[in-house]
């Protein structure tokens, strides 16, 4: 573990303030689920806590089958990574944290479909060959968790309504996996 060299004391309440810098780089905002554990050594923990990732095998099955189905590399993101993909570039991908605008997609609702003469959005920060096609946000009881994401090259693959619609569906279909 990385020491940062700030030190927080706990208020009356038990509360203890996360730093802004530390919260910037884990990317933590405000109303975000942290999972608090402690380990052997007595240390304490804060972890992200990702609903989708509760999710991931089930999530890698359901990227499976439509990879198999329409031929289209498929990864499923929470809000900080990817958890689940199937195609060519899995291990290109897997694990990997999401890009700034992979972030706004999610953070808009909407499903996103590139259309042809647009600039590519990158699917992580550290991949410049594999790019958004469509992008379908995650909602769990008014949340939003994460996205499905089918994938293009740098060729650019332009992807029909068939894919457009089968991302609505798997993300809808999580979303109510994850309510309950």
């Not at 095998?57 to 993909?85: P, Q, W």
């Not at 590139?114 to 990158?122: A, F, L, M, Q």
Request: a negative charge.
């Amino acid at each position: 573990m990385k020491a940062t060299g700030i030190v927080r004391r706990i208020d009356d309440l038990g509360r203890v303030v996360i730093p802004k810098e530390i919260r910037r780089t884990m990317r933590i905002r405000e109303g975000d689920p942290l999972e608090i554990y402690t380990d052997k050594d007595g240390e304490v923990i804060f972890k992200k806590y990702s609903p989708v990732g509760e999710l991931s095998s089930f999530a890698t099955h359901i990227c499976d089958t439509l990879n198999k189905t329409t031929g289209h590399t498929v990864a499923i993101c929470d809000r900080d990574m990817v958890i689940a993909v199937s195609g060519t570039s899995r291990r290109e991908l897997m694990d990997k944290r999401i890009s700034e605008e992979v972030e706004h997609i999610i953070e808009s609702r909407q499903v996103y479909q590139c259309k042809p003469g647009e600039n590519k959005i990158p699917v992580t920060d550290s991949s410049d060959r594999h790019f958004v096609s469509i992008a379908a946000p995650i909602i769990s009881e008014g949340d939003v968790s994460g996205c499905v994401v089918f994938v293009t090259g740098e060729a650019g693959e332009s992807m029909g309504e068939t894919e457009y619609k089968l991302a609505q569906t798997v993300s809808g279909f999580l979303g109510k996996q994850m309510e309950g």
